[in-house]
């Protein structure tokens, strides 16, 4: 029996980041869109949701969703059947990124999200083409859509978030890094630095993506996964 496959949302996202992936992978295995917005801290976020997901699992985070994705690891290494890391970091804010995050908090609480938004995600983080503008939309109604209150608490989260270069040395399940060649907020180097940690990796690098792969390569994507899925134990 395939094991359940549980998608974590990057900052600001929800279930339509993983929509081509949801729909193509749903159709041999039960799968999930776990919530990455319920705390102020990662280890809160990862210790709630352990409480509310399946006996094992394979999982498979984006961006922020990765960093909760290794969190959820280094507690509970025996649950996680499979890791699959998409456009993360596993290192911690430097006191400089940190601080730097806080007009963006100050700017959301303020009521201005949406310019907030469009100043943390701006058109480069995508792969130049026809679709960049169309996807750039998507992403900023998503995070409309979860709003000020959500943005506040993933900056909080992302600002105290633990290094994970530890865990990574410690993960001993199929596990595939997978990032976009163009991505400038969390680059190739990022993931190939994860994968020489990770003994049991495997690194794919799409050269037609940005940050947001699953949206800008949704096939690549989601043929990436199916191998991934498919790795013996």
């Not at 908090?105 to 058109?123: K, T």
């Amino acid at each position: 029996m395939a094991e359940p496959l549980v998608f974590l949302t990057g900052l600001m996202c929800d279930a339509r980041v993983f929509g081509a992936q949801l729909l193509e992978v749903s159709a041999d295995r039960a799968v999930t869109v776990a919530p990455t917005s319920m705390g102020e801290r990662v280890e809160q976020i990862a210790s709630d949701l352990l409480d509310q997901l399946p006996h094992r699992f394979a999982l498979a985070g984006h961006s922020m969703g990765g960093i909760i994705a290794m969190e959820l690891y280094s507690r509970a290494p025996d649950r996680v059947a499979r890791l699959c890391l998409i456009s993360t970091d596993s290192l911690a804010d430097t006191p400089q990124i940190a601080a730097a995050r806080e007009p963006l908090i100050v700017g959301a609480q303020s009521g201005r999200l949406d310019e907030v938004m469009r100043e943390a995600l701006p058109p480069d983080v995508l792969a130049p083409g026809p679709n960049r503008a169309g996807i750039l939309e998507l992403v900023h109604a998503m995070s409309a859509r979860q709003g000020p209150d959500v943005f506040v608490r993933q900056m909080r989260a992302l600002q105290r978030r633990p290094d994970q270069q530890a865990t990574l040395r410690k993960i001993s399940v199929p596990t595939l890094v997978l990032c976009g060649a163009q991505d400038m907020l969390t680059p190739v180097k990022r993931h190939v630095f994860m994968s020489e940690l990770i003994p049991t990796a495997t690194l794919r690098v799409l050269d037609e993506a940005g940050h947001f792969p699953t949206l800008e390569a949704p096939g690549a994507v989601t043929e990436a996964l199916r191998d991934w899925l498919t790795i013996p134990h």
